[in-house]
Structure formats: structure tokens, C-alpha cells
């Protein structure tokens, strides 16, 4: 009987010693074609109206999703682009548009400028556009502004110049975006 608690004792402790696995902090290799995930959180101001949520975003090359979360987890809308067309379904309800930014305008009364952002996430500019760009000492962008947007960098998770943003404040017009970023996963399925 004593030597199954040490057996037991053993194999959990053995569990609790391997390392978690190591959380990305750099911009990978090839960023313009890297497919990504991240995990965080959203929050919204618009005209007045604040918003937030959970947020998971799976960016391919030729696709966008984007989950925004109710705070127990559930989806309380889904966002889906590809080349041809734009997807939002809220609720039992399922809209279709050209572009998924005039889409999110249209249901959401807001959008994220998904054709810059997946750049701006990765720390860089869209390199296909002109941008006005403050860098810090260490070679992090500070601020950003391009496609009428204004993004500032207020958190990287390391002091090194390929590291990826994890706090991000993105302003157009009348709209603030808050973006909080938990966790990356590179070439999600």
C-alpha cells in the first residue's frame, strides 16, 4: 500500500517538473506569410459606447477569423473573411458582405482594420503602405500611423526589437480600440 502513494506520489510530482511550453515572443522568421493565433482581450470605444470581450483570432494568408468572446467564454460573435467575401454571425443571426470592415460597421457599428492589422500585431507596418513610424531606443515601434489609424505600442513582451506587442491602442476618428494580447500560437490548423 506504501509503495503505491510513493508510485503515485512520483508520477505527480514528475508532472508538475516539466517545463510549460515556451510562450513566442518574437516576430517569426517570415512574418508577411506567418499564420497566426493570438488570444487576448478587445475593448471598444465608440462614440461614447465602451464594449469589451474576449478575443481568439486565427490569421492565414488568404483568411481572417475573429471570435469575439462573452466573459464566460461563450462566442458572442464571429467574424470570418477570405478573398471572395465577409461573414458576421451575432446570435442566430448570419450577414454576408464584400469586405468584413464594412461588415463590422454595419452590425457591430465598429470595426478592426483587419487589412493592416495583422501587421500591427506582428510589431511592423504594412510595408505595401506609407506610415509615419516612432521607434524607441531599442528598435520597438512606439507609434504608428497609417490608413488613417494611429497605433501606439504601449507593451512588448521583451526588450528586444523583434518582440512581439502585447498591449496595443489602436484610434480612428472617433473610435478606440484596446487590444490585449495573451497569448501567440504560429501556424495554427
Known amino acids: 500500500m506504501v509503495w503505491r502513494s510513493v508510485l503515485l506520489a512520483g508520477v505527480l510530482s514528475g508532472c508538475a517538473l516539466l517545463p510549460p511550453a515556451p510562450a513566442p515572443v518574437a516576430r517569426p522568421v517570415q512574418p508577411e506569410t506567418a499564420a497566426f ?5 478587445i475593448s471598444i470605444n465608440h462614440r461614447g459606447e465602451r464594449h469589451s470581450a474576449g478575443l481568439r483570432w486565427a490569421h492565414q494568408a488568404q483568411s481572417d477569423e475573429i471570435l469575439l468572446l462573452a466573459p464566460l467564454g461563450q462566442t458572442a ?3 470570418y473573411r477570405d478573398a471572395r467575401q465577409a461573414t458576421l454571425d451575432k446570435g442566430d443571426k448570419h450577414y454576408r458582405a464584400d469586405d468584413a470592415e464594412t461588415l463590422m460597421r454595419q452590425v457591430l457599428h465598429w470595426h478592426l482594420p483587419l487589412g493592416g492589422l495583422h501587421h500591427w500585431v506582428l510589431g511592423m507596418a504594412d510595408a505595401n503602405s506609407p ?8 528598435g520597438q515601434i512606439l507609434m504608428l500611423q497609417q490608413d488613417g489609424w494611429e497605433v501606439r505600442y504601449l507593451r512588448y513582451a521583451d526588450t528586444k526589437p523583434d518582440s512581439l506587442p502585447t498591449r496595443l491602442q489602436l484610434s480612428h476618428e472617433d473610435l478606440q480600440v484596446q487590444l490585449l494580447i495573451d497569448e501567440w500560437e504560429w501556424n495554427p490548423q
Do not use: D, H, Q
Not at 131 to 138: D, M, T
Open 37 to 41: 493565433a493570438l488570444n487576448g482581450r
Open 131 to 138: 506610415a509615419k513610424i516612432e521607434y524607441a531606443e531599442n
Open 77 to 79: 460573435a464571429r467574424v
